[in-house]
């Protein structure tokens, strides 16, 4: 099992930018994909971009291309999501996940942090 603890989220006008950390720690890092989602209440949790354990494939939702970038640093165990030109309807929970080379779903997720796009 991984343990995920997300920071960096906060509030910023459209237009700015944010960098989301997740620092995991358990089994060794490269063993995991890594995803970022988000959830407004009321709704379903989104997928917004996923990265394979050594980082050679990067995946991302139409409607965050172009503007968000998902790293991670294997030395520091962290995975990391740049988010750059934001806008109001990127307002959201945050969650980073972790699946596992031998699953097919994210199985493990940190507790969230809150990102608020004031337009």
């Known amino acids: 099992q991984v343990q995920l603890v997300e920071s960096g989220g906060g509030l910023v006008h459209a237009g700015g930018s944010l960098r989301l950390s997740c620092a995991a720690s358990?089994?060794?890092?490269?063993?995991?994909?890594m995803g970022w989602f988000r959830q407004n209440p009321g709704k379903e949790r989104e997928f917004v971009a996923s990265?394979?354990?050594?980082?050679?494939?990067?995946n991302y939702a139409d409607s965050v291309k172009g503007r968000f970038t998902i790293s991670r640093n294997g030395a520091a165990n962290t995975v990391y999501l740049q988010m750059k030109d934001l806008k109001p309807e990127d307002t959201a929970v945050y969650y980073c996940?972790?699946?596992?080379?031998?699953?097919?779903?994210?199985?493990?997720w940190g507790q969230g942090t809150q990102v608020t796009v004031s337009s």
């Open positions: 996940a972790a699946r596992s080379i031998d699953t097919a779903t994210f199985g493990s």
């Open positions: 358990g089994r060794p890092f490269t063993y995991y994909a």
């Open positions: 990265i394979t354990g050594y980082g050679t494939d990067k």
